[in-house]
């Protein structure tokens, strides 16, 4: 291993120990990607700085749920096709506990995009719900912020592949590394600095959105025409938040965002993706959803169409948004010119919006409400959270305050105040 890129290597994994989680002294640390079996045993070079990193910081125990995804396969090509809905529920219950107990969570966002191509749909689809299922009281903490938690990614070679295919195989994964170390900020002199200045730039966006409290979101762009109602107290965020114990932490890293919920009842209009959807391991690629009192009541796309449906029909709320989020076209990952095929990644290049549960830290209040509640109010329910993206050069949106006037809110792609 080269001395620059394990020095880089060292400073990324500072980055998300103390950027990303800002890890406390005496916390219990869990490393894990559940959604995909466990952290990939390739990242494992990374994952054992991120430990030291953490240990450094003063964790009482760091512990890394892993993966391999030729054991993934193997399970498609040789188990009962019976056994699909069945999960190992001590996974969910380790998580659980440490997160229970006053601890971090680290999520690791890192998969072959390809690797769930040519499997049975039908098996895919229980595998996905079994989780869904099992990870439910943890979502349920994470929408309401119960402690410090972080999502990064970590290059492995299916993935490499899949964005640089015309590259020799030898030089795909440093192409990779060189990206995400560029998009991370990890190659600034001071990153952990650069990243302090950057989420302080996108709370001011945060600010000035909560200060003009618009009432409806408007989109135009080709293939689309949609119209978002906001909620009463609907608060916009940007990843620098805040656990319910005190603790400052930056859920994302890459992060380009600032957010807030939709009232799930009132969306209306077409929207077209402008990147692909990677979902439960398949790729949905141009597609179209058109809404009507909040739900989708059409949809199409040229590329898993079969895989949208399943999403869609996951649970009640999944044909409703969750999200809703502005990103400029400038962003360093847009400008990247890179499609990742990576939700964490591709969702900071580009305005999106999310089908299914709303963040309870959305809504003023709402992390003391009951799920009833916040439902009354617009916030979403589903076992599903599912980022798909719809911003390009092309976007406006228009802000309508609460005395019915238009004010820009983005013009081509990029802010207009």
Known sequence: MEKSFLSNLKKYADLI????LNLQPGQKLIVQHMRNDGVPIQSAPLIRLVADSAYQAGARLVDVQWRDDEITLGRFKYAPRDSFNEFPAWQAQGILDVVEDGGAMLTVSSIDPDLMEGQDPELVDQRQQAFLEHWKPISAHIGKNSMNWNLFSVPIEGWARKIFPDLPVEEQMPALWDAIFKICRVYEDDPIAAWESHLAEMKKHADHLNEKSYRKL????????LWLTLPEGHVWRSA???????????????TEEVFTLPDKRYTEGTVKSARPL?????????????????????????????????????DEGACMLGEVALVPNSSPISQSGLLFYNTLLDENASCHLALGSAYRFSLDGGEKLSLEEFGALGGNSSLIHSDFMIGSGDLNVDGVLENGEVEP????????F
């Open 218 to 225: 408007h989109y135009t762009a080709p293939g689309t025409d």
């Open 17 to 20: 120990i103390k950027v990303g």
């Open 409 to 416: 809110v983005l013009r081509a792609g990029e802010w207009a």
């Open 278 to 314: 990677l979902y439960s391991g398949s790729v949905i690629d141009n597609f179209n959803l058109t809404f009507k009192e909040g739900k989708v009541v059409a949809f199409s796309a040229e590329q898993g169409e079969g895989t949208l449906e399943k999403l869609l029909s996951t």
């Open 240 to 254: 620098g938040f805040k656990s319910q114990t005190g603790i400052s932490f930056t859920a994302n890293i890459p």
